[in-house]
């Protein structure tokens, strides 16, 4: 005889929703995968990469937005070289989860072996693929994300019909696998006298089996579920099934049936059929707003919105006439309401009653605590960006200032420097201290629109907001604290470490070094605080001694401001590349023609981090840029 097996739930689901187009390539959805979205809430999750031509240089210790913009760019690149052959004008993305049951956590190689085995059985075996585990709610779950697109054919792999049972099969395999406790689905794992055997069941078998995890047969979704507990109360979706299912089930079985004789029928009960999607939905509006909808099909399989047209024809809108004034005698929250005052008046269950009254008044002081929460951070908000917008008004204004006067000042060293011996030295120690002087604006305001962002942050949490009402006694605030500390107690503790956030301030780079003059050699030394060399201004070249970043900052700061903000490298490739991305970054045109690839590259860069924020200028080609010549140090120069 036939035996099953005890259910869990290891599922496989397929994600569409968010990226149901892609036209928004794989961007979103791989910085959702690395949690580049929320890297300061969110450790960075174990992942890794299957048949990747191209190997990302990427560790934990690194951004992972860097990480997911790399990515991206390879996948939506190859899908753009596919539509431009006229092979491909679908979705490229293929995101599936897996989810274990709770307490199940799957290594990292579990995990890969995982997506292997599905994409070999999906026909994605040489495509492209990014995975990661989330172990930030109650049940560990794996992403898969798939590039559709073949990385040598450059052709679209097609998603086979009934992936979902293609899925669910893959999962009662890897069960069997890799030890992991079996789930029913479409697929069930049995014992046999031969061993563990995979078979497909229909609905109705599994029903039999008492396989299916609503008793009754119904599909209710988790929000339905999470409303019956809560409520003590049937949902609006089981409510539907009794009878308003039964008068429109005999309504639409009437010969000469319509689809206004449906909204007639519906409209009795407060309710509205209309199509969503590829089907139909149900829905009613309640006193204070709120709209719960439950899909037809849940009625039953006459009410999908195929069977519904087959008997009544296409769908048609209600007319004025048919949506007659429904009896609120017959509605859902009366039906609810009747079944409190039920529960309360009953002789046996009067503490039950009590109860529900009072979790009654919790949930509208909990909602009155939501609407309270929403205002006050839709206050802050314009606070802040009234506060904001005033601040960047004044520091610009203080930028214009501060290069109005550096203009006048480096017109009047010129007219200075106009026969003196030492001119060029005069105008390049003008040249370093403006430079000094830009530098210390710019770190001021940065510090002023952080000290504005700790003072008045985009929105405070929900936890934080709540602990400081219950510290001025609010008793709703105190009893949604004790809920959510309740649920953290029950959650499984994640690993970690905890800390406070140390301030991205940086040192400076040009104020924090002096001018030594060599009158003998004309030239200006600029040393740091310990007396070592950092770079040396011997007039039409500013040559590098030490070549770190911040020393690499302070040189081109100080060229920009004595060249006009035009610089020329000189030096090897890879010092030359380096200058111009970190020059890209400050807003200083590089001329160098070799470089313009480069460049383009980081002002994309720059310009997608920052939102077009701040881009630096591009080079005009009016006047040619001058080649580097050969043998010349490292350095800028005009």
Known sequence: ???????????????????????????????????????????????????????????????????????????????????????????????????????????????????????????????????????????????????????????????????????????????????????????????????????????????????????????????????????????????????????????????????????????????????????????????????????????????SKASLERVLGPYAEPTPGSLRRADPRRGYEHFIERERRAEIGSPGSRAEGQRLVRRAEREQARRQLAERYAREQAQLQARRRRERQSLLARQEQERRLLARAHHEQRRRARELSRGCRNGGIALALWAFAAASEREGLQRRQSAERRDLTDKLPRGEVWSCWLERQAAAGDEAAQAALRGIRYRERRRPRQEGIAGEEISAQRPFTVGSLRAEIDAARHLIIYRRADGNEVFRDVGPQIVMSDKCDESLEAALRVAAQKYGGRVQLTGSERFRERAARMAIQLGIVVENAELQVVIREERQRVAERWGERRVAPTFSPDSPPRQPRPGRSQGLER
């Open 1 to 303: 005889m036939l035996q099953h097996r005890v259910h869990s739930d290891m599922l496989a689901k397929v994600i569409t929703l968010a990226h149901s187009r892609g036209a928004n390539g794989f961007g979103p959805v791989l910085r959702y995968l690395l949690h580049a979205e929320q890297r300061k809430n969110s450790p960075t999750p174990e992942s890794g990469h299957l048949h990747l031509v191209q190997e990302p240089f990427w560790s934990a210790a690194e951004d992972p937005r860097e990480y997911a913009q790399d990515l991206a760019q390879v996948f939506d690149e190859q899908a753009r070289h596919c539509r431009g052959r006229g092979r491909f004008t679908g979705n490229p993305v293929y995101h599936v989860a897996i989810s274990w049951m709770e307490g199940e956590h799957p290594t990292p190689r579990q995990a890969e072996r995982t997506s292997q085995h599905m994409m070999q059985a999906l026909g994605f075996g040489q495509c492209q693929a990014v995975w990661a585990i989330h172990r930030d709610t109650g049940n560990d779950h794996v992403h898969l994300v798939v590039n559709r697109v073949d990385p040598t054919k450059l052709t679209a792999v097609s998603v086979p019909r009934g992936d979902y049972f293609v899925l669910d099969r893959c999962m009662r395999e890897l069960e069997l696998e890799l030890g992991f406790a079996p789930t029913h689905g479409p697929h069930i794992t049995i014992d046999t006298a031969e061993g563990p055997k995979i078979v497909r069941m229909s609905r109705a078998e599994r029903e039999a089996r008492g396989l299916l995890r609503d008793g009754d047969g119904l599909r209710l979704s988790p929000r339905a579920q999470r409303g019956e507990q809560n409520l003590a109360a049937p949902s609006f979706q089981r409510w539907l099934t009794d009878a308003p299912a039964s008068a429109l089930h005999r309504a639409v079985t009437w010969r000469a049936a319509s689809w206004q004789d449906a909204h007639e029928i519906l409209a009795g009960f407060g309710c509205v059929i209309q199509p969503r999607g590829s089907g139909m939905v149900v829905t009613t509006t309640l006193s204070n707003g709120r709209v719960l909808a439950a899909k037809a099909s849940l009625l039953g399989r006459w009410a």
